[in-house]
């Protein structure tokens, strides 16, 4: 596999039941892409954590050193489905990336400008009532949950986020969750993990169980008002209730979807509310 481009944004724990729960194997496997690259092909790689850095520290070819912070957040702001830290970091990679292939930088502002989202990935389901609904239940782990927690900061009214998770944990708490939790209003419990969470928020964070993600949607819905944000952001695998995060997502989009119907409100998908 000799790749012109290869890009890693960062490691953290995950999947490492492939490697018989060893880290260091896991990030070795992200090394070994380097080394087989040629001298005159690019490497890019998001240094914002240290085994990134590692392995940044061993390229003998081209490299690109990026990171989060070299995104403007007034540029970001401009993006809308690109908003939180780790889209920054994701923009700095895709930036590199292309200019590498020769692109220009008024082919990337465009790009930047119009890309639409991917599916369960902080997906911008539209609005209801000023309520937006977001999709993002490919956040299987607390480590990629914690930046769609970060996206959306409190207002001059309090914390914003209705927040929908649960499911199959990958661990105990919320890991790095906890810095969000002042963005929270409400966190609504959905499957097997459900209890566990209930313990782990306790009293920090107002929370109800709701078994189920359409009895969650209903529990926010009603309880949210206008600046708020429903988001599904379960930081758990789905395979007590669904086949995988896809359906998962996918059910939720037709709930939000029915909901707009009962309402008259036209939901876009990928985009925001018309």
């Not at 240094?47 to 990026?66: E, F």
């Not at 930046?147 to 990958?170: D, E, F, Q, S």
């Not at 939790?181 to 782990?200: E, K, Q, S």
């Amino acid at each position: 596999l000799e790749c012109d481009v290869t890009v890693l944004t960062n490691i953290t724990p995950d999947h490492l039941d492939r490697y018989d729960g060893d880290f260091l194997a896991y990030a070795a496997s992200k090394q070994q892409l380097f080394t087989m690259q040629h001298a005159d092909q690019l490497a890019v790689i998001a240094t914002d954590d240290d085994p990134c850095k590692q392995i940044a520290s061993h390229i003998s070819h081209r490299l690109s050193r990026v990171s989060a912070g070299d995104v403007a957040a007034a540029d970001q702001a401009a993006w809308p489905a690109l908003q939180g830290p780790h889209n920054a970091q994701n923009v700095a990679c895709a930036i590199a990336a292309v200019r590498g292939l020769g692109l220009t930088d008024a082919q990337i502002a465009t790009g930047l400008a119009s890309f639409p989202g991917l599916a369960h990935r902080m997906e911008l389901l539209g609005e209801i009532g000023g309520v937006l609904y977001v999709n993002d239940s490919k956040a299987t782990n607390a480590a990629s949950a914690a930046p769609a927690l970060a996206a959306y900061p409190p207002l001059g009214n309090g914390p914003r986020i209705h927040w929908i998770l649960g499911g199959v944990a990958k661990g105990d708490g919320i890991g790095e969750c906890e810095a969000g939790l002042a963005h929270v209003a409400r966190a609504y419990l959905i499957g097997d993990a459900a209890p566990m969470l209930a313990r782990t928020l306790g009293q920090r964070v107002a929370n109800e169980y709701c078994g189920t993600l359409e009895k969650a949607v209903q529990s926010a819905t009603a309880q949210a008002r206008a600046g708020d944000v429903i988001l599904l952001s379960p930081i758990a695998a789905s395979f007590d209730q669904f086949r995988d995060f896809e359906a998962r997502g996918d059910a939720f989009r037709g709930l939000v979807a029915a909901l707009a119907v009962d309402q008259g409100t036209t939901m876009h998908h990928g985009g925001n509310a018309a």
